[in-house]
């Protein structure tokens, strides 16, 4: 795997610097009248086979050919703010506050048998995010819908704990669902990489590129209802209250990532990975 930086320049006249002064992250050098800013921004070597960095509203995929649509657009305000750990940008949702107008972002399945499904039981996924306020949801009896695809007591998603506020990724298998938790409870207005992995034997969860829970599960269904939507930040019920918070960035693998790679993967984000 190969790990490279990019780094973002911006030509801002000597003059803005010397009135405002120019601090980290920034580092300069002059050149006549201007100065050359560097800004470290994340960038990921990991590549995905589909992704979305949220460093833009409506940004097309970074990876993959899915566009990312966002429902009810109008009724939820979106704007563009620091990225998790100060590295490049995110987009913040603010939701509606009324029930049915929530919004949330989707992609949608293309055949009974689209990467997305799992049919074949493997599959990674991520998101990059953090909630303005992590105990909404529990309050209204909900649990946070972050990564979802399912129909009908088939399919997966990754969700927030309405009990706990920890992390749980959820395998259906047609009548009910084996959930495999983290350890970490949630914090309010905090950024967090959450990574679940599925190997059609053992699923995985990581928090901040630690795993923190592991469980057997064996009799995953895949959703391949065709033009279902799989969901990012909300879920398929109409009265869902959707996230209300910042993402940096969605992906998916259609493999089974490694310790190493999730841990490398959260390190290009500005977390530091710690083994308990």
């Known amino acids: 795997m190969k790990l490279t930086k990019i780094s973002k320049f911006t030509f801002v006249p000597l003059s803005t610097l010397l009135i405002f002064g120019c601090d980290h992250p920034f580092t300069s050098s002059s050149s006549d009248d201007n100065l050359v800013v560097e800004e470290e921004v994340a960038t990921t070597s990991l590549t995905a086979d589909y992704e979305w960095d949220f460093s833009d509203i409506d940004a097309d995929a970074i990876e993959g050919d899915k566009e990312l649509l966002m429902s009810k657009s109008s009724d939820n305000v979106r704007t563009l703010v620091t990225g998790a750990n100060a590295l490049g940008y995110a987009l913040d949702i603010q939701q509606s506050d009324t029930s049915g107008s929530y919004g949330y972002h989707y992609t949608t399945m293309d055949s009974t048998t689209d990467p997305l499904a799992a049919t074949d039981g493997v599959i990674s996924m991520e998101i990059v995010f953090k909630s303005d306020d992590i105990t909404f949801n529990s ?11 399912t129909d009908s ?17 959820k395998l259906y298998n047609g009548s009910g669902s084996t959930s495999v938790s ?17 190997d059609n ?9 630690v795993l923190e829970g592991t469980e057997t599960i064996t009799d995953y269904i895949p959703n391949t209802k065709d033009g279902d939507k799989v969901y990012i930040g909300g ?3 109409s009265s869902q209250k959707n996230l209300d918070g910042s993402i940096d960035s969605a992906a998916f693998w259609l493999d089974t990532l490694t310790a190493d790679e999730i841990a490398t993967r959260a390190e290009e984000f500005g977390f530091t ?3 308990e």
């Open 153 to 169: 007591d088939t399919g997966w998603k990754v969700i927030v704990s309405k009990s706990s506020w920890k992390p749980q990724f």
């Open 201 to 209: 034997n053992e699923a995985k969860i990581y928090v901040n590129g």
């Open 139 to 149: 309050t209204e009896g909900q649990d946070l819908q972050l990564l979802e695809n």
């Open 235 to 237: 879920g398929s019920s």
């Open 273 to 275: 990975v710690t083994e």
């Open 182 to 198: 983290g350890t970490t409870v949630l914090e309010s207005d905090t950024w967090y990489d959450i990574v679940a992995t599925y």
